[in-house]
């Protein structure tokens, strides 16, 4: 992604949305400075807004949300009277208003100590210079940017700084040294030396933050086009460890006898990148984040063969609930997605040595309405180097699928319902749920996946009926 920073008129660009005139004559009415501020003003400059606005005054914002609001129409305000904000939503847009305000931090909590301040104390507080510039929206500074920390000049030069002294910015609020290398994974910007630097001291302090912040702001660098880039930023620092260990323990490569394995965090790094360019889905990117989670529990080395890494498919996808219950990740079909693509994820490689129709019908059966997303993800896990192992590898895959497209058209297995269901079993031979109904219908299944009939509700039956006498059932004579 290239940003580019415009010279830009702020009054120009304030006098084409009413939104600011009418906050302006309403900060004048009251009498009180306003501004623009934060990231609406960076966006702005690099000509990307968006539909989020903050604004600063010295005074009440919650008075100055309402004068708006009436002014405006009478538009619905939503006061927040614990953090001292309202927003008013109008037009699209999400509009928040809070009087400047100074901030001081407990050593053991990043919920500050807040009392009223300058327009100098508010952007004292701001996480990142690029965050910290403002525009006047009054009549006598309408337009006018005030940017005391050069932020303007940081955006030229795509650099992540903080405002005041890196170590008193992350101490403060642990949560900032997240923020500042999701932004620099948006923006594609770098982090300044001394304030990366201090990331990396204050990495431990990430612990006071609740884990349902810290991986909101994982997910926005997960959703970035090239992820990877903040994943290296998050393991560098000393972040990624504390807070997602699992993913830290694929790092590394060791040898015996002269014999290496790939180092899996960068295979999985690059396993990501590859979803990226196919998919923007979240929870795709994360089953790509997880794929290999299980390779270092299931290490091992053999003399004749080198590394393996056997089983690391199924015990990944048995890690994947504890993984997403504690980084607070939903415990809900989402999870139970990435966990069927973890489990799953080399069956379509494997298929690539013996194509056959069973083997497919098995696959569509379990991947089911999933199996776009499973093909996305082995593609992805094709990382060689060598040009043409990878084409090669691709053209596999090219004839996997197009059996897989062949099968089901003819049989049907993807999303598969039982021709003859439990219910009719119960009823055709009058007995009572238990064990004997779902291993008759396991074997018709099992029938129907293997070829040995197809599909069909009356092959399915006269089958049911030849299992049935085995177990010694019979149909009762009408």
């Given at each position: 992604?290239?940003?580019?920073?415009?010279?830009?008129?702020?009054?120009?660009?304030?006098?084409?949305?009413?939104?600011?005139?009418?906050?302006?004559?309403?900060?004048?009415?009251?009498?009180?400075?306003?501004?623009?501020?934060?990231?609406?003003?960076?966006?702005?400059?690099?000509?990307?807004?968006?539909?989020?606005i903050d604004f600063v005054c010295v005074g009440s914002g919650i008075e100055l949300a309402r004068e708006v609001a009436n002014s405006l129409g009478g538009v619905k305000v939503t006061v927040f009277k614990t953090f001292g904000t309202a927003r008013i939503d109008y037009k699209g847009y999400e509009l928040e208003f809070v009087g400047a305000r100074k901030e001081s931090y407990r050593e053991d909590s990043r919920k500050p100590l807040v009392e009223d301040g300058t327009l100098e104390d508010d952007q004292n507080r701001r996480d990142f210079t690029i965050n910290a510039m403002a525009v006047g929206l009054n009549k006598e500074n309408w337009g006018q940017l005030l940017d005391p920390f050069d932020g303007l000049s940081d955006l030229q030069k795509k650099i992540i700084r903080t405002?005041?002294?890196?170590?008193?910015?992350?101490?403060?609020?642990?949560?900032?040294?997240?923020?500042?290398?999701?932004?620099?994974?948006?923006?594609?910007?770098?982090?300044?030396?001394?304030?990366?630097?201090?990331?990396?001291?204050?990495?431990?302090?990430?612990?006071?933050?609740?884990?349902?912040?810290?991986?909101?702001?994982?997910?926005?660098?997960?959703?970035?086009?090239?992820?990877?880039?903040?994943?290296?930023?998050?393991?560098?620092?000393?972040?990624?460890?504390?807070?997602?260990?699992?993913?830290?323990?694929?790092?590394?490569?060791?040898?015996?006898?002269?014999?290496?394995?790939?180092?899996?965090?960068?295979?999985?790094?690059?396993?990501?990148?590859?979803?990226?360019?196919?998919?923007?889905?979240?929870?795709?990117?994360?089953?790509?984040?997880?794929?290999?989670?299980?390779?270092?529990?299931?290490?091992?080395?053999?003399?004749?063969?080198?590394?393996?890494?056997?089983?690391?498919?199924?015990?990944?996808?048995?890690?994947?609930?504890?993984?997403?219950?504690?980084?607070?990740?939903?415990?809900?079909?989402r999870m139970h997605f990435v966990q069927k693509l973890v489990r799953l994820h080399l069956r379509p490689i494997a298929l690539v040595k013996a194509v056959t129709d069973a083997a497919v019908r098995r696959l569509l059966f379990e991947a089911g309405a999933d199996t776009e997303a499973l093909m996305m993800l082995c593609r992805a896990d094709i990382t060689s180097k060598n040009g043409e192992k990878v084409a090669k590898y691709m053209k596999n895959f090219d004839l996997v699928e197009n059996r897989m497209v062949a099968v089901e058209e003819k049989d049907k297995v993807r999303n598969f319902q039982p021709p003859i269901t439990g219910d009719e079993i119960i009823q055709i031979f009058k007995i009572s749920p238990g064990r004997i109904v779902g291993e008759i219908k396991e074997q018709i299944k099992d029938a129907i996946l293997d070829g040995e009939i197809e599909n069909d509700k009356e092959q399915a039956y006269q089958l049911m009926l030849k299992i049935a006498e085995k177990k010694g059932l019979t149909k009762p004579e009408i």
């Open positions: 992604m290239s940003l580019v920073v415009n010279k830009v008129d702020f009054a120009a660009k304030l006098n084409e949305n009413q939104i600011f005139s009418a906050i302006g004559r309403s900060a004048d009415q009251l009498g009180v400075p306003c501004y623009v501020v934060g990231g609406y003003v960076r966006d702005l400059i690099l000509d990307r807004p968006g539909k989020d405002p005041l002294e890196p170590a008193i910015t992350f101490s403060d609020d642990p949560l900032r040294m997240m923020r500042a290398i999701r932004f620099a994974a948006q923006l594609n910007f770098d982090i300044e030396p001394l304030t990366f630097e201090a990331i990396g001291a204050h990495a431990a302090r990430l612990k006071i933050v609740s884990m349902e912040r810290t991986i909101e702001e994982l997910n926005k660098v997960i959703l970035t086009p090239v992820p990877s880039y903040g994943f290296k930023l998050l393991f560098h620092s000393g972040l990624l460890k504390v807070f997602f260990p699992e993913m830290v323990e694929l790092h590394g490569v060791e040898n015996i006898d002269n014999k290496g394995h790939k180092d899996n965090f960068y295979h999985t790094l690059q396993v990501l990148d590859n979803v990226c360019t196919m998919s923007d889905d979240l929870w795709l990117r994360w089953a790509a984040i997880l794929h290999d989670i299980a390779k270092p529990a299931t290490k091992r080395f053999d003399k004749v063969h080198g590394w393996t890494f056997h089983g690391h498919e199924d015990r990944g996808a048995r890690m994947v609930p504890g993984i997403f219950r504690r980084l607070k990740l939903p415990m809900d079909e």
